[in-house]
């Protein structure tokens, strides 16, 4: 293998040498933006690589946990993010016809973070991205798809890009998959997915004008059929998960729109004005193939992953950019460290390891608990045990103890300002906040 120029992991000599950087991040998501911006303040340079050329997305994660808000609010883009528009949720009910059958309160958490945030995700990735910018040593290709990986002597240090101005190569010392559920860099190093098919439904996203009808939770309808995700979402609309059984969307979708709203009205009446006004074709809707994944590998010599690259979650509990951006606080002061000591051999972020993937296990379970009680019917026995829980979780200590663990992940993930050597005051946005 060529020492100077390395390989591709497709073979071929890289050559068209784009910027050397310290940290090449693959990925321009939560994940991928939130660790760019605690690196460069650290002093640290970043090449960010990010296939899109703007960050309108529909249908992306939209609920932002407290523990999620915390860290942007030490990042000091919260406020911005916020001022873009958001919407403010006061948690999450289950509900059956007319009856809340499970109320998980966030006012019960201490200020300032007693709400969930509803905040379209190109707000959040405008104001991460905007300070970026302002940081030495940033280095933005967007609209630029990673094609290879560069190793020498099985060690990974570049990355090749693929962009408007043709063939990049960019040399890094540490190259960070940030790249998402189906990420191309993970599949680059070898490393399997790991998906597990924990949930039997598939869902489908849309969104419908909604003025003067939003409902300050999200809430999950047991009325009839499939149940239905609702929350509001900026500005003045409502978003709508339908849930599926596996693979039934197609069969249904063949039996036209007229159906398939027919459908959906009957599984959310409340709303049927609603849908009739903004559903007008199969196209207005989105199908999200739900399912969780653990990837066989996170690190090798030169490479990390993060966020959904890592692993990828049901969206129905709203764990993923909190994940995403808990992932981002931790990696930062054990990237900051093996840089600073010239090592970035695997068994160096191993800390990443050892204290990511216990917490993610803990996610996963959760949310196939939660997948169970929400969509599982099981007769009156499932139901008396649901009622159970619900006054478990909405009166006693021990339910204000689960609502802070679904809110902030334990143990509470802390962003290390204290590396932080340019950029505002740390903190200035946050006035308490809970230890965990
Ligand atoms: C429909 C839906 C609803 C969801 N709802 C919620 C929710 O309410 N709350 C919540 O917390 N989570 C939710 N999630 C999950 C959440 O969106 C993800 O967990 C979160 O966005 C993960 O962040 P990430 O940065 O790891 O990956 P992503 O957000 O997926 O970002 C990956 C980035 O990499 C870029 N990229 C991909 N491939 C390449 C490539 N080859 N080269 C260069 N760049 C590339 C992508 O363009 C993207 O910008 C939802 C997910 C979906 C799909």
Redesign the pocket.
Known sequence: MDKTTGTTSSGTPASDEGPHTDVCV????????ALALMLLRSGVRVTL????AR?D?A???????PG?QRILGDLGVLAAARAAGACELNGFQLVDRDRVLLDIDYRRLPAPYRHLL?MP?RHL?DALLERCRALPGFRFLDG???GALVEEDGRITGAV?HGPGGRRTVRARVVVG????????RALAGIGAGRVEAFEHD?L?FTVRAPGRQTGYVRIHRTAGNPVLV?DSHPDRLQI?WTLPHRSWPELAARGIDEVRRELTTALPQFADLIEDSVSDLSDL?L?DVYAGKADAWTRDGLVL????AH??S?LG???????LQ?AAVLHPVLVAALRDGCVDQARFAPYLETRMPAVDVVMRMQQMQAKGMFGTGGPVADRLRSGVARLIRHSPLGRKITHRVAYGHPVVEVRTDLFTTGPTARAERTGGPKG
């Open positions: 693959v990925g321009g998501g939560p994940a991928g933006l690589l990010e296939k899109s960050f997305r249908f992306r994660g939209e609920i932002l946990q999620g509803a995700q990735l630029h798809r990673i890009a940030a790249d998402g559920r189906f990420s191309k860099t869902v996203w929350h998960g989105s999200l993060i966020g959904d690259s990828t979650h969206p709203a764990q993923g950019i909190n994940l995403a992932d």
